[in-house]
């Protein structure tokens, strides 16, 4: 059974640092690229980052590429996301995804975590 776990969610000042984590299991992790999402309260879900299998090629939305930091450590199975300078705007449910490439469109993202909420309070 595949599994990705986020984990690392909290509620944390404006201009806190958060790093998530996704744990994987059950699936070819080395074989797969990861992605993170997140989903505003009343909005649609958008696309953060994502690493390739090899941990070589890494992909961020404009958004929060300044900000943002994705990094895989294939021997522990984990991809994890450092997030900077974090603003009320962040506040969301985060959630990695495994699909063959990091250009992967979220349709073709196969397996999904349950999410991990972050909360930015100002």
């Known amino acids: 059974q595949v599994q990705l776990v986020e984990s690392g969610g909290s509620l944390v000042q404006v201009g806190d640092s958060l790093t998530l984590s996704c744990a994987g299991s059950?699936?070819?992790?080395?074989?797969?690229?990861i992605g993170w999402f997140r989903r505003p309260p009343g909005k649609e879900r958008e696309f953060l980052a994502a690493i390739s299998w090899s941990g070589t090629g890494t992909y961020y939305a404009d958004s929060v590429k300044d900000r943002f930091t994705i990094s895989r450590d294939n021997g522990k199975n984990v991809v994890s996301l450092e997030m900077h300078s974090l603003k009320p705007e962040d506040t969301a449910v985060y959630y990695c995804?495994?699909?063959?490439?990091?250009?992967?469109?979220?349709?073709?993202?196969?397996?999904w975590g349950q999410g991990t909420q972050v909360t930015v309070s100002s």
């Open positions: 995804a495994a699909a063959p490439s990091p250009l992967a469109v979220p349709q073709q993202y196969k397996y």
């Open positions: 059950g699936l070819p992790f080395t074989s797969n690229a």
